[in-house]
């Protein structure tokens, strides 16, 4: 799994996303507040928008749960030096209240250094790109 982060060529943006799957997989809600932006953009499976809150609050009463959490590739594209693209390629079992997802899924994310120095996830979008076969 590290290699799939170092292969990255970003090592900066490559420890955030390790940040980041730690805080999914652990429902860290404190880590979560610190690496999202107060003002997200983000665009879920279904399409829907989803604000920071609405992560938090998911996490915080057990509604999302992440139960696998495998990457397969990261690329970073930086924008200036105080934005970057992040590209992941995920295995990903996630239960939303009494139903389990599993596939393979895309995250794209935009970090952006805010005020204060610290980098957050400004905006996003996750995809499936692969249904697990079940046996």
Do not use: C
Not at 52 to 59: I, R
Not at 79 to 108: C, M, W
């Amino acid at each position: 799994m590290n290699d799939v982060y170092a292969a990255s060529g970003d090592e900066e943006i490559a420890e955030l996303e390790r940040e980041l799957r730690k805080a999914q997989l652990t429902s860290d809600i404190a880590a979560l507040d610190r690496l999202i932006s107060e003002d997200l953009l983000f665009a879920g499976p279904d399409g829907r928008l989803a604000t920071k809150a609405q992560d938090l609050d998911a996490h915080r009463t057990g509604i999302v749960r992440f139960r696998k959490h495998e990457p397969r590739q990261l690329r970073v594209r930086r924008v200036g030096k105080n934005v970057a693209i992040a590209s992941l390629e995920t295995v990903l079992e996630v239960q939303v209240a009494d139903d389990i997802s599993s596939g393979t899924f895309r995250y794209t994310r935009v970090w952006a250094r805010e005020k204060g120095g610290g980098w957050r996830v400004v905006g996003g979008h996750v995809s499936e790109i692969g249904r697990a076969q079940v046996p």
